[in-house]
């Protein structure tokens, strides 16, 4: 999900942004078609605040307003009026916000590993570069701390920047006392830490504070002389919880399995304990060790090894495609975590207080959520927020699995429709998901209507058809799920039509349904509601 962007200079707190709209409401006017020039308004009319749109990011309009300078209005309470509503969809449309070297700033960053590791420092590098500036690593930092030195093109310090890798948990400790202006942290906020940080900011869930940079994919791992390409679900929970404990009782060769596990304080074993274990006690056999890097390396020596890391650490490691009880084989890839279908995922969150004091802060918090940062961030093996697409033959396991359903579930005749809609087209990886069993999209497809519209615009969709495809979980006949997903379909359409503003052709959207065909999860599994869904198609 792309997130907002910061605020910058001259804009107050989220909590101040009604109150600033409403003394500019005697200077609101009609918007026009002039250049990027809309209105904002408070939903149910009352209020009215005209400027040019800067960016929209399918959460926050940033405008800029006569005579007062940018401000951040929250989609959910304001709404946008003008044929230049949609324009502006990232921040990296902003110009970067110039530095002092006469009063270079002072940038703390702490959290969570391996973001801030591996993440920040290359984030770091290519905010400099958009400021034409140079970095340098400061030798003598504290154990843990990176420091990096940003400096102009005659060697003038502009801004400091320090990284310290402790933990989710320190990020929230360190934004409460003011010893880090951005908080890293692989996992959402919890409540009892919202509670801590009330006098930091009324709302760390906010739009201005909470920051989705990115998402980490978790590999299960084992070393390449290991012969196994894919490992069953509930065969995996039973390892890591130790009812299997030789690889004979997996319908493998070797001996005893040993298990690596992160420290129980980092997201790896985070995500082991809630999305794998659910509850179930750990393995007593498991070596848990300080970093997923050590657990990398370790399965990677060991012949028995086992464990589980983040995509972008795993180093010398195999990674093991995950099987579902039905049989369905889910990649470890970054197109199928972008889809929402690969089981062992995180987002990668920046934390704020809100308002940023420091240039530099809001300079490089803004860097790291614009477009320009995507190509780092996917270099580094993390998932970006791009669009990505998988050719129809590059799915085969997942259209065999199809073409092998029975009863209820499989329809021959309808799939062979479907194989013939999709041979040569492309599926992206946006994917419109729906609230519980009703036909309302969820709060995340809003952004990506946008992000679509905005694809189909682009050079990689102009001239392109768009197939939206609904599908259903098997609850039900087979014809009454094919008209259910049909009616999803349309739903997406007319919301992207409705989106792009008129920018799209109708001809150029056609909807399919077709019920429970081609699932990407088990139909008879706790995740069968993925199912329920439409997924994106150009041809």
């Known amino acids: 999900m792309r997130t907002p962007p910061p605020l910058v200079a001259g804009m107050t707190r989220t909590t101040s942004i009604l109150v600033g709209a409403v003394s500019l409401a005697l200077l609101a006017s009609s918007a026009s078609a002039s250049a990027g020039e809309v209105l904002i308004r408070v939903r149910g009319g009352g209020l009215e605040v005209s400027g040019e749109l800067k960016s929209f990011d399918g959460a926050t309009y940033v405008i800029e307003a006569p005579s007062v300078g940018e401000m951040s209005f929250d989609a959910t309470r304001f709404e946008c009026v003008g044929e230049n509503c949609t324009r502006r969809i990232t921040s990296s449309v902003l110009p970067p916000e110039p530095l002092d070297p006469a009063s270079p700033g002072r940038v703390a960053i702490e959290g969570a590993s391996p973001v801030a590791r591996e993440l920040v420092p290359a984030l770091v590098r290519g905010y400099a570069a958009s400021l034409g500036a140079s970095t340098e690593r400061v030798v003598g930092a504290a154990l843990g701390e990176s420091r990096f030195r940003i400096a102009d093109a005659a060697g003038a310090e502009l801004a400091t920047v320090s990284v310290a890798s402790s933990g989710e948990s320190s990020a929230f400790t360190a934004l409460g006392a003011g010893k880090a202006a951005i908080g890293i942290a692989d996992r959402p906020i919890t409540d009892a830490e919202v509670a801590l940080l009330s006098s930091v900011a009324p709302d760390m869930r906010g739009p201005q504070t909470q920051h989705v940079i990115g998402t980490d994919g978790l590999a299960v791992i084992v070393p390449v002389e290991n012969p196994l390409s894919a490992i069953a679900e509930d065969t995996l929970v039973k390892i890591f919880s130790g009812e299997i404990t030789t690889w004979a009782e997996a319908g493998m060769p070797g001996g005893r399995i040993a298990i690596y596990t992160a420290s129980k304080a980092s997201s790896a074993g985070e995500v082991l304990a809630s999305a794998l274990l659910a509850g179930k006690s750990p393995a007593p056999a498991a070596r848990d060790l300080p970093t997923e890097v050590d657990v990398a390396d370790a399965v990677a020596r060991d012949p028995n090894g086992i464990g589980i890391v983040s995509f972008a650490l795993t180093r010398s490691a195999k990674k093991l495609n995950i099987e579902g009880s039905c049989g369905l084989i889910t990649r470890p890839t970054p197109f199928t975590v972008k889809s929402g279908e690969y089981p062992l995922s995180r987002q990668l969150y920046f934390y704020t207080g809100g308002f940023l004091d420091q240039p530099a802060a809001r300079g490089f918090l803004r860097y790291a959520l614009s477009r320009d940062a995507q190509e780092t961030i996917s270099g580094l093996e993390f998932v970006d927020e791009q669009i990505d697409a998988l050719s129809f033959d590059e799915q085969p396991e997942r259209m065999v699995f199809a073409l092998n359903m029975s009863g209820q579930s499989f329809d021959m ?110 139909h008879d599994g706790p995740r069968r509601a993925l199912n329920r869904r439409v997924e994106v198609w150009v041809r």
């Open 413 to 522: 005749a309808e799939m062979k429709k479907l194989l013939a809609d999709l041979k040569g087209a492309r599926r992206l990886s946006l994917t419109f998901r729906f609230t519980g069993g009703a036909a309302e999209l969820a709060p995340q497809s809003r952004l990506d209507l946008l992000r679509l519209a905005e694809y189909m615009q682009g050079p990689a969709g102009a001239g392109k058809t768009v197939v939206l495809v609904g599908f259903t979980d098997n609850d039900g006949r087979f014809s009454a799920n094919e008209s259910v997903s049909l009616r999803r379909a349309n739903l997406v359409r007319t919301a992207l039509l409705a989106a792009a503003g008129g920018k799209i052709s109708q001809n150029a959207v056609i909807t399919k349904g077709y019920g429970p065909l081609a699932p990407v999860a088990c």
